[in-house]
């Protein structure tokens, strides 16, 4: 696990040659004297990916409403380098800088995984599958232990009670179509079960209702929407934070689908070897990471609620009707760093970072397949279906070996995976045999397009948990049921002992390796590349 090579790799490279301010902030917050892993210290972060040539600091004045919105879409359209907003309009008290895109995607082939690769304590060439095999080796790592410390950056200002004003602050207006200004959409909200032994991470969307009220996404299964009911059954309000600018393996596992009752802290101190150190709330006993940009402290009102949204998501529509009685949050304390940033996710057609941590999905649900022993050796989800499809492949000698059918195979795997919360954001599964390579986007829609026949070889699932905000499923009369479908791309010849009868028709399956050099040695001087 990364305390090792990797790690130190990463922090070397940070602080190389120069000295470090982290350092001077981590003793006089007694922390431990050493230097920050940029996967476990949001500063760190936003400092190596200006040393990497991949932010941009911008000084000049910008607008919160709409023009922060539509810099930071069109750099998720274009897989831009990170802007970070120095002279936000309306900004006071030290609230706030922006950024946004701090997951998205890199133009560069070779580190187009850079940033979400960084903020796991991977190197910056890291590809997809390293990062999904990373991900899934934390479920089985014993995690290290946190620091509760007496202070932290994150407590350098303090706001509190009617000092709090929410609508003077510059939350922005990230969509014109938004139904308000969304302060929160890349932070993550604390919650702990009544008998606090589950404390939740996780991002869900919040608006601006007024001056210390914010109302936001609350939706079945979701975990927050679990820990809610528990507290309505005690007659309660829920104690809740909102971390904003928290270390990037943290709100990277805010937003995957961790099992039921499975703390985030764990999970993120396993992934990178470093246990993160924390600070108790001002108001209340929820913990929060002590280097936090921004803390919101308050309740999740298990009574009370607002209208919220539309908002344009991650799955690039925006319904004018989708407004919704969702709870409210009452915000009672404002603490947060000097020079505040406050990152944003401006969501919509690819790719962001809502895309790419929500195609984190797989390692999961590859998991569940193993689980049930299920004849699955790996899982992705590719990009470009906007996390809803998660390609499975199959393997081949198993399915021989166990002379199933589609149908029995695909039920097993459809029953399995679909009712288990892991795969909320999934609506399709896809099987492709061994010789498709399913990291390949060309490959998997070659073979959905030849290999899947249309109504016979898909298998729709409509009793199991579904996704509301699948555009699809907006004018269904049950938006949280069904929409999932297990899609068969194995030919039947995968299905019997003799296995494989075709061979791929390309360069190079259908030419002999000595043809295949004499062309490559030439290409080059033939003028083709």
């Not at 897989?79 to 900004?91: D, E, I, M, Q, T």
């Not at 995957?256 to 108001?283: F, H, Q, W």
């Not at 061994?434 to 898909?458: L, N, Q, S």
Request: with cysteine.
């Amino acid at each position: 696990m990364p305390s090792s090579k990797t790690t130190t790799l990463c922090i070397l490279t940070l602080f190389r040659g120069r000295k470090s301010s982290r350092f001077n902030c981590c003793r006089r917050f007694h922390e431990s004297p050493r230097i920050l892993s940029p996967a476990t210290d949001f500063r760190s972060f936003i400092d190596i990916l200006r040393e990497d040539g991949d932010l941009v600091d911008i000084h000049h004045e910008v607008d919160p409403h709409l023009e922060v919105g539509a810099i930071a879409r069109r750099v998720s359209e274009r897989n831009s380098k990170v802007p970070l907003f120095h002279n936000v309009r309306g900004a006071r008290q030290g609230l706030w800088k922006m950024t946004s895109n701090l997951q998205s995607l890199r133009q560069s082939p070779e580190h187009r995984c850079g940033r979400i690769a960084l903020g796991l304590g991977l190197p910056a060439n890291a590809q997809w599958k390293e990062i999904n095999d990373k991900v899934r080796r934390a479920n089985y790592t014993k995690p290290p232990t946190s620091k509760i410390l007496e202070t932290g950056a994150c407590k350098e200002n303090k706001l509190f009670g009617d000092d709090i004003d929410l609508t003077e602050l510059p939350a922005p207006l990230l969509h014109q179509n938004d139904g308000g200004k969304y302060v929160q959409t890349y932070g993550m909200h604390i919650l702990q079960s009544p008998d606090g032994s589950w404390t939740n991470w996780s991002i869900s969307r919040a608006m601006v209702n007024d001056k210390r009220k914010l109302v936001g996404l609350c939706i079945p299964p979701q975990h927050n929407w679990q820990i809610r009911e528990m507290w309505k059954k005690e007659g309660k309000d829920v104690p809740w934070a909102l971390a904003l600018g928290v270390p990037p393996a943290a709100i990277i596992a805010a937003a995957l689908p961790i099992p039921d009752r499975v703390s985030e802290l764990d999970y993120v101190n396993a992934l990178t070897g470093v246990p993160m150190n924390l600070v108790k709330c001002e108001t209340n006993n929820l913990l929060v990471p002590a280097t936090s940009e921004i803390i919101f402290e308050g309740t999740l009102s298990t009574t009370e609620t607002a209208p919220e949204g539309p908002f344009g998501e991650y799955l690039a529509h925006s319904f004018k009707q989708e407004s919704r009685q969702c709870p409210v949050y009452n915000v009672n304390a404002i603490t947060y760093r000097n020079g505040a940033i406050l990152p944003v996710s401006v969501p919509g057609k690819l790719t962001d970072e809502s895309h790419v941590t929500a195609g984190m999905i797989a390692p999961g649900i590859l998991d569940i397949c193993l689980e049930n022993k299920l004849p699955i050796v790996d899982a992705f989800s590719p990009l470009e279906t906007y996390a809803t499809w998660v390609v499975l492949k199959v393997d081949s000698e198993r399915l021989k070996a166990e002379q199933t059918t589609s149908r029995d195979l695909c039920e097993k795997i459809g029953n399995a995976v679909f009712r288990d919360k892991r795969s909320f954001l999934t609506s399709r599964l896809v099987l492709v045999g061994g010789d498709i390579d399913i990291y390949d986007f060309k490959e998997v829609m070659w073979a959905f397009a030849c290999r899947c026949r249309p109504g016979k070889d898909e298998y729709i699932f409509d009793d199991v948990p579904g996704l509301p905000l699948v555009p699809f499923m907006s004018n269904t009369p049950r938006p949280c049921r069904g929409g999932k479908t297990v899609s068969d791309c194995l030919l039947d010849a995968e299905y019997t002992q003799a296995g494989r009868n075709w061979e791929k028709a390309d360069f190079e399956h259908e030419y002999p390796k000595d043809t295949q050099r004499k062309v490559l040695a030439q290409w080059e001087n033939m003028g083709l590349d």
